[in-house]
């Protein structure tokens, strides 16, 4: 499993969107990107997360950044989910896991003792050259996006 850290080339891919859209990594060098990793739609701290993202999006594109959320949801399941929340962050569909595998984010889970694999709740910060700027590994939702954000005005 790729354990990237900063100062990487980020994996570059290709997803598509809510909305009907498709995002490219490489479409977006000249930026900064978030890439926030979820495990999936409408569940309370995945709901928390993308809610606080979209709150700060004016304060994050004045950072010269651009927020994108991933899990291996369906664009449908994403387009429900950003209309109930009034959602703004772009959410992209890695159904076939790759991009999360890519980043290491798919890993063995264990809830209550029972173990499954699932997708790792993190963040990577990618900077405008496009290389690894920071990266935050099993987040918790409270005041993470406020952290990103003074990492993006960094």
Known sequence: MPDIQPGQEAP????????????????MRGKQVVLYFYPRDDTPGCTKEAIAFTEHLDAFREAGAE??????????????????????????????????????????????GKKSMG?????????????????????????HAEAVLEAARA
């Open 12 to 27: 570059d891919f290709t997803l598509p969107t809510n909305g009907g859209g498709e995002v490219s990594l490489r479409d």
């Open 67 to 112: 927020i994108v959320g991933i899990s291996k949801d369906t664009v449908a399941k994403h387009d429900k989910f950003a209309a109930k929340h009034e959602l703004g962050v772009t959410l992209a569909s890695d159904a076939e896991g790759s991009v999360c595998e890519d980043y290491g984010v798919w890993v063995e889970k264990n809830m209550y």
């Open 119 to 143: 997708i790792e709740r993190a963040t990577f910060l990618i900077a405008a050259d496009g290389t690894v700027k920071q990266v935050w590994r099993k987040v918790k939702v409270p005041g």
